[in-house]
């Protein structure tokens, strides 16, 4: 079963962004963090999530300390896969 998430909160910690996804389904969240100097080299933008219908979150194992999020970038037109530092 796909857990699907939608982006409900954005926070700027200085050099990394905090994202908090929701849960679909069940209202939990899940917590992201990505640098910014990691977007401004990658061909991801902090927009392509907030524009991103929907979230995919597979995560490793429980406790994993990086998550894999799947989601179609619009701005791309295809699906990006990312892989980024859980917030605990």
Known sequence: MLKIYDLDDI???GRTY???LRNQMTGSR???LVG???LSQGNI???DFQDAPSIVVHEF????NHIRLDFVCVRL???ARVKLRAAR
Request: hydrophobic share 40%; charged share 45%.
């Open 11 to 13: 926070e700027d910690r």
């Open 18 to 20: 905090l994202l908090v």
């Open 30 to 32: 899940v917590r992201v």
């Open 36 to 38: 910014k100097r990691r």
């Open 45 to 47: 933008r902090l927009a």
């Open 61 to 64: 194992e429980q406790g994993a």
């Open 77 to 79: 037109g295809k699906v």
